[in-house]
């Protein structure tokens, strides 16, 4: 099963700023959250369950990052670790 995103809010904020709010399911492996920004300035995750999580999701890149392009990272991804099969609700800001 590969990583599924879904986006429950996009707002736009200040010039071309946005802010994307949303849900991904991973499949314990690392895989991306979709945000479909450019460039991605600041990621908030936290983890969904009704138990403390031992080893939760981690981000795998440093921010700010841009992606698509050269970059070699698709568009709107952010890499994300899991070891357990993980729902995570994510705010991400950028353009």
Do not use: W
């Not at 736009?12 to 802010?19: A, H």
């Not at 709010?21 to 460039?39: A, K, V």
């Not at 700010?64 to 609700?89: F, R």
Request: hydrophobic share 45%; aromatic share 6%; with cysteine.
């Amino acid at each position: 099963m590969a990583f599924a995103t879904v986006i429950h809010l996009e707002m736009q904020l200040e010039g071309n700023r946005r802010l994307v709010c949303g849900q991904t399911t991973s499949d314990s492996t690392d895989g991306p959250i979709e945000t479909g920004l450019t460039t991605i300035e600041s990621l908030v995750f936290t983890h969904k369950g009704s138990a403390e999580e031992a080893a939760s999701a981690v981000i795998n890149a440093d921010l700010p990052l841009a992606t698509g392009g050269a970059t070699g990272v698709t568009l709107g991804n952010v890499a994300i670790h899991c070891v357990s099969a993980d729902v995570v609700y994510f705010q991400a800001i950028g353009f």
